[in-house]
């Protein structure tokens, strides 16, 4: 069975720092690229982050880019999120999300289809 | 970026109407569009993926079509397990943007 379990959200001051995780199991994890989306409270999904299944490539939001950066460690099952410089804005549930498996005609040349997510850790930034 | 606008924003329907949504692109995004459902305090659950292609045990009722800027869920008979958000993603192009959301809500 598919699973993706979130942790490492809290409370934390503007300016501070958050790493999040995402502990995967049921797959072959290095064969699967994996995002960070976030939702702010009663709003829209918004996408953050993208990582290949080797760690070699990521794409960020502008919201995030020079902020945030993504890193997985093949060897534990395990994504990470560090998030430094936290804003008030940053305040939202964060989801992992499992992309699919690269297949020809399936994928456009930005990658694969997200199919499966955590269930999300919330992260609130608040003096 | 590519805007990714829904519509209609909310949707009040009854058990067994047939319901469609709408998601257009600002610009070609080809057939790589999805279709999430998302229940309040839920992960989002993938339904539609390459804008047509059902998920793997996501009932028929939901069905997708459409291609270059615009796309359509449909659910052909509108069961109480649907009542959610849905949201349309692109995945043609970093970075990859969501629709705002349409809400199915009990008429």
């Known amino acids: 069975e598919v699973q993706l379990v979130d942790s490492g959200g809290g409370l934390v001051q503007p300016g501070g720092s958050l790493r999040l995780s995402c502990a995967a199991s049921?797959?072959?994890?290095?064969?699967?690229?994996m995002s960070w989306v976030r939702q702010a409270p009663g709003k829209g999904l918004e996408w953050v982050s993208t990582?290949?299944?080797?760690?070699?490539?990521?794409d960020y939001a502008d919201s995030v880019k020079g902020r945030f950066t993504i890193s997985r460690d093949n060897s534990k099952n395990t994504l990470y999120l560090q998030m430094s410089s936290l804003k008030t804005e940053d305040t939202a549930l964060y989801f992992c999300?499992?992309?699919?498996?690269?297949?020809?005609?399936?994928?456009?040349?930005?990658?694969?289809?997200?199919?499966?997510w955590g269930q999300g850790t919330l992260v609130t930034v608040s003096s | 970026d590519i805007q990714m606008t829904q519509s209609p924003s909310t949707l009040s329907a009854s058990v067994g109407d047939r319901v469609t949504i709408t998601c257009r692109a600002s610009?070609?995004?080809?057939?790589?569009l999805a279709w999430f459902q998302q229940k309040p305090g839920k992960a989002p659950k993938l339904l539609i993926y390459?804008?047509?292609i059902l998920e793997s045990g996501v009932p028929s009722r939901f069905s997708g079509s459409g291609s270059g800027t615009e796309f359509t869920l449909t659910i052909s008979s509108l069961q109480p397990d649907d009542f959610a958000t849905y949201y349309c993603?692109?995945?043609?192009?970093?970075?990859?943007?969501f629709g705002q959301g349409t809400k199915v809500e009990i008429k």
């Open positions: 999300a499992r992309h699919k498996r690269w297949r020809l005609g399936y994928c456009s040349s930005a990658g694969c289809s997200v199919d499966f």
């Open positions: 049921g797959f072959t994890f290095n064969n699967h690229a």
């Open positions: 990582l290949g299944g080797s760690g070699g490539s990521a």
């Open positions: 610009q070609s995004i080809s057939s790589w």
């Open positions: 390459k804008a047509s």
């Open positions: 993603q692109q995945y043609d192009a970093y970075p990859r943007t």
